[in-house]
């Protein structure tokens, strides 16, 4: 089928020589292929992600003046719009899990060592593909088809022993959650520190807590102002991303114009370990799991995997990032900036850079597996946005106390999974 990544773009062929190993596993398995969506330009998210130069842009099925979601939203208003059972969507933050929220639909965000990225066009740390359907069961029942090792993936080796012993559909027919410890992401839910835009979202979300713990979960709640991982948070982050978070935090950490210290960083952050010194914190309060993952300088990811797609891909007449914005039409619309700015910038570099992304990832995941540990979780609630779905056309909803627009992108891009249900 026509595989353009949403771009307007002068393929000498359109259409791939092969299908994604995700792609063939699901019509080996019997899955009808009917169409490629729209979607967001190349990935892009934000007022971007809503239009395409191939495609046109794109509205909510429900309120067609409001946003489907980016970048996937051709995948969400596909299944929403009854166009198809289930769609497929990639998602790096919220591309799958945005347009299933946006829409009702269930989305699942499975995690990156899990599934494929083989055929994608972006194929780096955070990025996967996952089905939006309309109902837990088919989300599980595409999942089945095509987890697991890709030979062709390295990242799937992880996945070798990791799938349970009878396929992920059998479990979805529980009626009772007995047993079950949901702990609840209040670091997300807390209405002190956002707004009223953000309110109903999460009235919304604390009835379906009461509904799961009606259904026999034990719910482990820190309480309105709370935050479930705050502990293991302020003792793993300041340690486990040392320089990233030094660097965040020059008054605690002092260097010279040189860089180097000019007081010893290991004894302030053995201080913090043992509770002798508070931990350093921002304006907007101390790291938490609202702004775990950000920092560093890495580089490079765009133009990589980009080439790497394009080259795998074997097209005489699009063969590198530079082909895709100089060998290309692009919308003209200040409403909607397109993507040639971000795709020229990115072609600028020159070398390859993302350990910071591995060391948040590592971060987040200690903190994380160190609070379900504590706290005997077997799985954690919060909202997958506190936002309306946005006007198309007008402001976005600022960002407050590190809600970027009502997203919530931490956890589940940092080497976790994450689905989103109708609330």
């Known amino acids: 089928m026509r595989t353009t990544a949403g771009g307007d773009a002068f393929y000498a062929n359109d259409r791939p020589p092969r299908d994604a190993t995700f792609v063939k596993r699901l019509r080996d398995a019997g899955a009808i292929l009917i169409a490629k969506s729209n979607m967001g330009e190349y ?126 559909y059998t479990f979805t027919h529980r009626t009772r959650l007995d047993g079950v410890r949901i702990g609840v992401v209040r670091e997300y839910m807390d209405k002190a520190l956002f707004t009223v835009a953000d309110d109903e979202t999460i009235d919304i979300v604390d009835k379906a807590i009461d509904d799961l713990r009606q259904l026999g979960a034990t719910i482990v709640d820190p309480g309105e102002h709370g935050a479930l991982c705050q502990k ?109 700015s971000s795709l020229t910038t990115a072609d600028q570099d020159r070398t390859l850079v993302e350990a910071a992304s591995l060391q948040n990832r590592f971060a987040t995941q200690t903190a994380v597996f160190q609070c379900f540990a504590d706290n005997k979780l077997d799985a954690v609630v919060y909202p997958t946005g506190n936002i309306p779905p946005s006007i198309l056309t007008s402001p976005r909803e600022p960002t407050v106390n590190d809600r970027s627009s009502g997203l919530w992108t931490n956890i589940n891009s940092r080497g976790f999974p994450a689905m989103t249900v109708p609330a």
């Open 43 to 168: 990935a892009a998210g934000g007022v971007t992600g809503t239009r395409s130069s191939w495609g046109g842009t794109m509205c909510n099925d429900y309120d067609t003046e409001r946003s489907p979601g980016a970048s996937s939203g051709g995948s969400g208003m596909a299944t929403a719009a009854n166009f198809v059972t289930c769609a497929i969507g990639e998602e790096s933050g919220t591309s799958v899990r945005e347009p299933s929220k946006n829409n009702s639909e269930v989305g699942m965000a499975p995690t990156r060592e899990l599934v494929s990225a083989n055929g994608m066009f972006q194929r780096g740390l955070v990025t996967r593909v996952g089905p939006i359907c309309r109902t837990v069961e088919d989300v599980a029942k595409i999942l089945d088809v095509y987890a697991g090792f890709d030979t062709n993936d390295e990242w799937t080796a992880f996945s070798i022993n990791r799938k349970p012993d009878r396929p992920y």
């Open 232 to 340: 293991e948070v302020d003792r793993i982050v300041p340690e486990w991303r040392d320089s990233l978070y030094i660097q965040t935090f020059p008054d605690v950490f002092p260097v010279n114009s040189a860089g180097a210290p000019t007081a010893d960083h290991i004894t302030t952050l053995l201080n913090m370990y043992f509770g002798n010194t508070p931990v350093a914190h921002t304006s907007t309060g101390s790291p938490s799991l609202r702004n775990l993952g950000g920092g560093g300088n890495d580089v490079g990811d765009t133009r990589y995997f980009t080439n790497l797609y394009l080259q795998d891909r074997g097209d005489p007449q699009s063969a590198t990032l530079t082909d895709l914005y100089t060998k290309a039409n692009f919308w003209n619309d200040p409403a909607f900036p397109n993507k040639v």
